[in-house]
């Protein structure tokens, strides 16, 4: 592991004071970050939504990067801030519901699986659960920001 993705970030080398814990993540992970029904761009909007939420500032930078790597424009960014328009604000109210509510309310679930499909559904749930995870460990922990994120935010400052 140390020489895949665990060895690549921050995060998992907080994770692997536990390496039961991280060989059992490693799936689910490779489903939520690289399989997921959601697709790049929505998934980078749910984990940004639920970064701001939480207040991690670890995850908020590293998807910032991720974001724009994927092709989010750093207005498209800062809006899962506040209140979006359109699909990106579904997506931010459904992850509100799961901060606030704990659930989906059902016209909200329906409204989002007309939108983007039920199994997507299922993965948005998901990614904010794992990523609500992984920022308590990181937050507990005080892990730091990755260099080349650290670099990159400093080289293009996000607004």
Same mark, same amino acid.
């Given at each position: ?11 998992? %080398? ?8 991280? %060989? ?136």
């Amino acid at each position: 592991m140390r020489e895949g993705f665990a060895g690549a970030l921050n995060v998992y %080398r907080t994770m692997a004071h536990n390496p039961a814990l991280l %060989r059992a993540w490693a799936p689910l992970r490779q489903h939520v970050v690289k399989d997921s029904a959601l697709g790049p761009e929505r998934s980078e909007l749910v984990i940004l939504r639920a970064a701001h939420r939480m207040g991690s500032a670890y995850e908020w930078s590293h998807h910032v990067s991720r974001g724009r790597a994927v092709g989010l424009s750093d207005a498209r960014i800062s809006a899962m801030r506040a209140m979006p328009d359109g699909e990106d604000g579904l997506i931010a109210r459904a992850v509100d519901a799961l901060f606030d509510a704990k659930r989906l309310p059902p016209p909200l679930e329906a409204e989002l699986a007309a939108a983007i499909g039920r199994r997507a559904v299922f993965d948005l749930i998901a990614t904010v659960g794992f990523y609500l995870t992984l920022g308590l460990m990181l937050m507990t922990y005080e892990t730091p920001l990755d260099a080349g994120v650290a670099a990159e935010l400093r080289d293009r400052p996000f607004a």
